[in-house]
Each structure stands twice: as C-alpha cells, then as structure tokens.
C-alpha cells in the first residue's frame, strides 16, 4: 500500500475539537442550520467547478447539470448531501475538514471569554460551516472525489468529531461531494420529507443550483412505486427579483450564504443599473468586521456573476481594496460568459461597472450616516479604519469618503470617534484658518499631549487621531472644504487671527531674555535637538517637541522607525519651552554645569515621554530624577531612616 491509498487516522488540529465542543453547546437551540451549511458548501463547490471548466470543460465529465440531492433513511438514521461540484483530493480533504484553514484563528480562540451568551455570539461570527454536521450528527461520513482526477482518487473521511477523524482511498466514480450524518439518538425528528423541506425552503430557497428530494408515488392498482426527483427551492437567483417580492428573511438568508456570516447583516444595497451598461448589485455592509478584515487577501468577498450564471468570486477588479467588507453579488447583463481573470484586468466595462458601484456604495454610507445614525456608528466602530484607507486609496472619490469620516476631538474628548468634519468646520472659531490634529500612538497620549495646552485654553477644537493608519491619513488628507489640515506638533504654531498680538510680543521678548539659556540647552542636548526656542503653546508644561514644518510628523516618524523603516533619519525635533515656567525659570538661576545639564536632558526626556515616544536611555532619566529629588533638601542623604 502506498500512502496514497492507506486508510489512516489523523487527530484534528487541537482548535477543531475545542470548536465543536464549543458549537455543539452553544448552537444546540438552532440545531437545523446544519442543513444550510452543507447545502450552502455544495453550492460553493458547484461555483467553483464552473468557474474552473470555463478554461477546462473536461472537469464536467459530461455532466455539467448541477444539483444538490438530499436523501434520508429511516432505517439507518442517516440524512445524506450529496453534490456533483468541484470535490476534494485526499490532501485538500486534510486541509479544508481537518484544519480551520480561516485567518485569524488563533485570535478567534483567544477572545472567547468562557462566558456561554457572549462565546455563543463569537462563534455565530466565526462561521462553523461544515463542522455543524456535529450539533445533529455522532459520526459523519464524507466522500469525495475532485473533477478531473480518475475514479480511483476517491477519498474517503469520516468522524465522530471526538478528536481524530479516518482518511482512505476509494473508487468514487462521479466527482463531487457525499455527507452522511449519523444522527444522534433523538434527533429522529429530521428524518422526515416535510421537514427537511421546510427547513430548505426557510434557509436555501435561494440557492441558484436545483436542491432535490426524492419523490416516491406508489400507484396502488399497478402495486408500482416510482421515485422522481422534485425541486425542492426556488432556484432562482434573489438578485434578480424585484425589491417587493423579496422578504426581509430572503435577504438575511441570502446574505448569510454568500457571507458565510450567521449574523444579519447591517445594511443591504440592492440595485439594478439600465443604460449603458446592464447590471444588477445586491451587497450588503456586515453588522460585524470578520476576523480577517486585516487580511487584503480576504476570500468572501464580492461574487462577480453573468446572466446569473456564477462566474468568479471576490477578483480584487471588483471594488477596490478599502471596500472589501462589503459581501454580495454583481450580475453583469452584458459580459461575455467565457470572462477569465486576465480579461477581467483590462476590460472597460467592469471599470464602469467597479466605478458605478463604489459610487452606490457610498451613497448608501451617506444615507446611512444622514437617517441611520445608530447604524453607521456601528458601521464605523466595525469599518472606520479601512475607510480611512479609502482617502488614500481612491483619489477620485477622496472628498466624499473624507465627509464620512469620524473622529473623535477636543470638542468632548470621547474616544468613541463620532464627529464629522463637517461638524468640526461648523464649530470653527472666528478667524480660524485650519483644521487642526494631533497623531499619536494612542489615545490617552494624544487626548493629555502638552501640545493641545493652548487650543484647550483658546477653545480651538484639534481632531485627536490614536490609530496607526492616521499617520497616512494626515499625509493624503491636506484639505478639506478649503481648509488646510494642520499637525499641531509640526512647525511653528501659527493660529493666523486667532494670535493674541500681547502673547506673541511677550514670546518674542522671552525670545531675547532666554537666548543665552536656549542656546546652552542645545549644546547640552547636542545630536538630540536641531533647535532649542521658546513657545507660547504651552500654558502648563515646560516643554515639549516639535517636527520640523517640512519634516515628517514625530509620530509618524516613530511608527516608521518602529516598522524598521529607514526614513532617512536627520529629522531631528525641535525642543520647545514655556518661559513660564517655573523650571524654566530654575534652569535659568542654576549654576551649577551638572545640575544644569541634568535638568536640561531631563526637560527633554519628559518632552519626548509625555508624546508616548520611548527614551533612549530609561534608566538614566530615573537617576537622574532621582538625584534631583535628593537634591531637593528635605530629601538629602542625612535623612535616610535608620533602622537599628
Ligand atoms: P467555509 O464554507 O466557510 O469555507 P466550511 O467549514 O463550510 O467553511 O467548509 C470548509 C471547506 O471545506 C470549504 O471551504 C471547502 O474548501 C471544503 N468543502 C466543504 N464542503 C465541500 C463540498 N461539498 N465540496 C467541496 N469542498 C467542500
Ligand atoms: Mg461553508
């Protein structure tokens, strides 16, 4: 036996067996979906078999009529799915059934509480899939053979789903797929015509391919008994429909299938484009971002159909990358059927088509965040943040992405990000020229930075931007409604009108007074420093940095830093300090050069700390606070306690 052909036993990934023992608890109570899973898998497994004999009709086998047949057997206790799709080789078997081959496992399984409600919520959001054939089922048998591989290359896999599964090769003369589901003493109630009619009817009716039950008529006069095959869903494709006769439970059902989502969805958009150019759009915008929102390479994405044929799945030509949490279909009227992936990259038509939708896509945002308020908070707690790339992404649609925006500002220091630019600019002072923001690492660092002393005090509102991709956001997003965007830790603060003429004369006379002490600072901080000057931002704190006007943002150039990036380095700050305060002025009256230059070096470690940035050398700074605290009298050597 080669091992190839040998019949072997596996242990599950330690992750599948945790998952099913989670799933069969917690989706006991909506045990029937099973059905809608496996159903939903063979009819993601007809896709694929299309779209693969586009370029290979032979995959067919001559027979290409498509359908899934479910059959139940009283006697044995068993219901079987079965679908002449793509099928599965014995090593995509072991990958796709014995693995959780999804992104963002690990993270799935690290965010379970152990609380049963919530984990139940989680799991519903993870996707179960095939793995749900256990809430109803003590063994499950599948069989299996890929298209195109000869009937010797069967495989077959089976389960009881307590921790290892057998794999063996078999003859399998048709391609496609078999589940039998060894049902679990009491759950006899599914081993009926009507039942299970119903429950594709409720979960499947929109699959496009013929879902089929047998049908047995027995002729009584004759003693004859035939068995015909009867449709059992609609079969028609739901996007097709028109909007009236479609119900709100089709469309929930539709979407969980073509999402691989349990949950209902946010908000769906469903449109059907004449002119020029014929299609349809059904999308819909998840209630929940998927673990693998991060991934750009994310799978479910948007199916790209032909006069209802399927025709390919999430081709990243469809919509651009910041959309890709959008779930749906698009049927094009006017396509070619025998469309391949390279045709697909320059053909003027799905431009039209991409272009078309990104605009009914943000139509419905804006629609959201103008009548739906509660939902488009949820859309941006789930989204903000790949929005945000969008203005980087999408040239062409950057004023009206930036409209959608939200942000959380110094108007109410909420980290929860709700406010519009278009609030901000309505709020804008008298005289106010620019838009003003602050980056930093995170939000308690930008909310507390000492840069935001002076807007506090004049009550000029600063956007305060905590997530990583901010950082490019600042750099894409240079305007908006004709106002500049302003960093406030970047180049001289310049208020424009808002400048109190008394305070700036005051710092320019600082200016004079000080010079000779800003200049020592500087030699003592050397390399650290490219300027040493005075402020007026500050009102309370003693110092802080600045980037130079034409050098990148401080934080930006940490975030660079910290992803090893070489930016050229010699952007080096600028060290500003309040002459009013008071260890300005103590730095001023200090004669002592080693005092001095500690307080100096200290000023600028408190700076760069109080930005979120990270000191080079943590330890010396405690010293050398410390050796000040001494310092201070009352905390002398002579006062250490003696304990004998
Ligand atoms: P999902 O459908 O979300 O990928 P499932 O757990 O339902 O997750 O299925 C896991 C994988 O197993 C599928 O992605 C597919 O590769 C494979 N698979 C399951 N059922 C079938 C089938 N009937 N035909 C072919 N492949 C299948
Ligand atoms: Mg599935």
């Not at 044995?76 to 959780?100: F, K, L, P």
């Amino acid at each position: 036996m080669t091992t190839e052909t040998h019949k072997e036993t596996l242990g599950f990934q330690t992750e599948v067996k945790q998952l099913l023992d989670l799933m069969i608890h917690s989706l006991y109570s909506n045990k029937e979906i099973f059905l809608r899973e496996l159903i939903s898998n063979g009819s993601d497994a007809a896709d694929k078999l299309r779209f693969e004999a586009l370029s290979d009709e032979a995959l067919y086998e001559n027979d290409a009529e498509l359908k899934i047949w479910i059959n139940f057997d009283k006697d044995a206790n068993t219901i079987t799915i079965r679908d002449n799709g793509i099928g599965m080789s014995r090593e995509e078997v072991i990958e796709n059934i014995g693995t959780i081959a999804k992104s963002g496992t690990k993270e799935f399984f690290k965010s379970l509480t152990g609380d049963k409600a919530k984990d139940t919520q989680l799991i519903g959001q993870f996707g179960v899939g095939f793995y749900s054939s256990f809430i109803v089922a003590d063994k499950v048998t599948l069989t299996t053979r890929r298209a195109g591989l000869e009937a010797s290359h069967g495989v077959k896999w089976e389960s009881n789903g307590d921790g290892e599964y057998s794999i063996e090769t078999i003859e399998r003369s048709q391609h496609g797929t078999e589940v039998t589901l060894h049902l679990r003493s009491g759950e006899d109630e599914f081993l009926s015509e009507y039942r299970l009619q119903n429950i594709v009817k409720k979960y499947s009716d929109h699959i496009t391919l013929p879902i089929v039950m047998p049908k047995v008529t027995t002729d009584e006069e004759k003693d004859e008994t035939t068995i015909e095959e009867e449709v059992v869903n609609a079969a028609t494709a739901l996007w097709a429909r028109s909007k009236s006769e479609i119900t709100e439970e089709e469309y929930t059902e539709f979407y969980k299938h073509v999402a691989h989502d349990f949950e209902a969805p946010l908000t769906r958009i469903h449109n059907k484009v004449e002119g020029k150019h014929e299609y349809t759009t059904l999308l819909f915008i998840p209630a929940r971002a998927p673990f693998d929102l991060w991934d750009r390479n994310n799978r479910h994405g948007v199916k790209l159909y032909v006069r209802r044929i399927f025709i390919m799945d999430d081709d990243e030509k469809l919509l651009p990358p910041y959309l890709r949490f959008i779930r749906g279909v698009i049927d094009s009227n006017d396509l070619p059927l025998n469309i391949s992936r390279e045709i697909l990259q320059h053909n003027k038509q799905i431009d039209a088509i991409r272009s078309g939708t990104v605009k009914k896509i943000l139509s419905a945002l804006e629609g959201l965040a103008k009548n739906e308020a509660e939902k488009y908070t949820t859309f941006w707690s789930q989204f903000g943040k790949v929005m945000k790339e969008g203005v980087i992404d999408d040239a062409g649609n950057k004023e009206r992405i930036a409209k959608l925006l939200r942000f959380s500002t110094t108007y109410d220091d909420n980290p929860t990000q709700a406010i519009s630019l278009e609030d901000y600019v309505g709020r804008m002072q008298e005289g106010q020229e620019q838009i003003y923001y602050i980056t930093a690492e995170n939000f308690a660092a930008v909310k507390n930075s000492p840069h935001l002393e002076i807007f506090r005090k004049k009550n000029i509102e600063v956007l305060l931007l905590a997530e990583q991709i901010d950082e490019w956001l600042g750099s894409h997003l240079t305007e908006f409604d004709g106002k500049k965007l302003q960093s406030v830790t970047k180049g001289e603060l310049d208020l424009g009108s808002l400048e109190n003429e008394e305070e700036k004369q005051q710092a320019e006379k600082a200016s004079d007074v000080l010079k000779p002490l800003l200049e020592k600072v500087k030699t003592v901080l050397g390399e650290k420093v490219s300027d040493v000057r005075v402020t007026y931002r500050l009102t309370s704190s003693p110092a802080c940095l600045v980037a130079d006007s034409n050098a990148m943002d401080a934080s930006l150039e940490r975030l660079l830093k910290s992803s090893g990036q070489n930016f050229g380095g010699g952007n080096k700050p600028i060290l500003e300090v309040n002459p009013q305060h008071p260890i300005v002025a103590a730095l001023k009256e200090e004669e002592d050069e080693n005092r001095f230059n500690d307080w100096a070096l200290t000023l600028f470690d408190q700076a760069l700390l109080s930005e979120g940035g990270q000191l080079d050398d943590p330890a010396m700074f405690v010293k050398r606070v410390n050796d000040m605290f001494v310092s201070m009298g009352n905390l002398s050597s002579s006062r250490i306690i003696t304990f004998d």
